[in-house]
């Protein structure tokens, strides 16, 4: 079995400031991981991902997220906001030991993130 | 980047009827998508599995009479929602991943369906 959770439902952060968006996951084998940003009424975005390799991933539009297996966590960030980085974030995870679908991603309930001028 | 589109955007129809939701790779092939449904202010969940050539496959829970996909082309899945009633509203999202990249995949703008 596989999950995710996101703890946080909204994040507030003033523009210029450094930006957490927090997910810790569980599954049976290797994690894949994967960050996506979800604009109003529309489909999510690819961000970054975590297969293998380095716990540091960096991203698109200045994010990076890091792979802790210790804590079981997969926390994204970005060192400087910008309002337009408000949106919703979405963390999933995907066990690497499943044959399932690649479509079956779990996914978390999501972090509201608000940035203010 | 690898683009998705899905049309229409919104759609508003009376309960009893039926509604295609057409989801397209416009500049890579799709032999396999995804049709999600999202509620509001909740995560996604995936629906079924459409491949091309072949049956989808359909979560459990899911009833495949009711939400029927067809996978037509190495472009074009469609899925319909028959007989549709006021609980099926939602935003319906179909993402696929390019071939040989199945780690990431490429998702839709999304439907927001609308049933009266």
């Known amino acids: 079995a596989q999950s995710v959770a996101q703890p946080e439902d909204q994040v507030n952060v003033a523009e210029g400031n450094p930006l957490t968006v927090k997910c810790t996951y569980s599954v049976s084998g290797n994690p894949y991981l994967f960050w996506y940003v979800q604009y109003p009424n529309r489909g999510l975005q690819f961000l970054l991902k975590y297969i293998t390799g380095d716990n540091l991933v960096k991203g698109s539009y200045g994010f990076e997220a890091e792979f802790n297996k210790s804590q079981t966590s997969f926390h994204l960030k970005k060192p400087s906001a910008l309002v337009s980085d408000s949106a919703l974030y979405f963390c999933?995870?995907?066990?690497?030991?499943?044959?399932?679908?690649?479509?079956?991603?779990?996914f978390g309930a999501g972090t509201q993130v608000v940035v203010t001028p | 980047g690898a683009v998705v589109s899905q049309h229409p955007s919104w759609v508003i129809c009376k309960s009893g009827t039926s509604v295609k939701i057409e989801c397209r790779s416009l500049?890579?092939?799709?032999?396999?998508m995804f049709w999600y449904r999202q509620f509001p202010k909740q995560s996604l969940m995936l629906m079924a599995t459409?491949?091309?050539?072949?049956?989808?496959?359909?979560e459990q829970g899911v009833e495949k009479d009711k939400f029927l996909i067809n996978h037509a082309s190495l472009t074009l899945s469609t899925l319909t929602v028959t007989s549709a009633h006021p609980e099926d509203s939602s935003f319906y999202i179909c993402?696929?991943?390019?071939?040989?990249?199945?780690?990431?995949?490429?998702f839709g703008p999304g439907t927001r369906l609308t049933v009266l």
């Open positions: 993402s696929a991943p390019r071939a040989g990249r199945q780690t990431e995949q490429f």
């Open positions: 500049d890579f092939q799709a032999t396999t």
């Open positions: 999933a995870v995907r066990d690497g030991m499943t044959t399932d679908s690649w479509g079956k991603l779990q």
């Open positions: 459409s491949n091309e050539g072949s049956k989808a496959t359909y």
